[in-house]
């Protein structure tokens, strides 16, 4: 292979790296963000006796109300945990294969430098 074909590769590996650097530091930066939300939320009044007391309302209505709306955030919020959970483990794994294709392609590169350097055309 002449030093030019070889250049040429190289050319071709360092944007290869390149682009995959590019994609590996947004997919971090994706999975920095989602790190960064909390799902910490809960139901507001509490139970049946915080709304009897506040809004003067009681009775078998509100306390089914009560469960009901504590149950719904509940689900929720259990729900935003397993999406979040799976979003991360879908980064993780874009993660690890654009840090293996940077890898695989920095040993592709060192061996064209090498080639180069004993390339005598």
Do not use: C, H, W
């Not at 070889?6 to 590996?24: D, F, P, T």
């Not at 689900?75 to 799976?86: A, E, P, R, V, Y």
């Not at 840090?99 to 090498?114: K, M």
Request: hydrophobic fraction near 40%; glycine fraction near 4%.
């Amino acid at each position: 292979m002449s030093r030019a074909e070889i250049n040429a590769q190289i050319s071709q590996v360092q944007g290869e790296i390149s682009k995959a650097s590019e994609k590996l530091s947004k997919l971090n930066a994706a999975k920095a963000r989602l790190d960064g939300v909390g799902i910490d939320f809960k139901y507001l009044p509490e139970n049946s006796l915080i709304i009897k007391l506040i809004y003067q309302l009681s009775g078998k209505p509100y306390d089914t109300m009560t469960t009901d709306e504590e149950k719904i955030i509940n689900d929720t919020k259990s729900k935003l945990i397993d999406k979040k959970t799976l979003v991360i483990g879908e980064l993780n794994s874009a993660i690890a294969k654009e840090a293996s294709t940077i890898l695989i392609a920095s040993v592709r590169l060192s061996n064209l430098r090498a080639s180069l350097a004993l390339e005598k055309d």
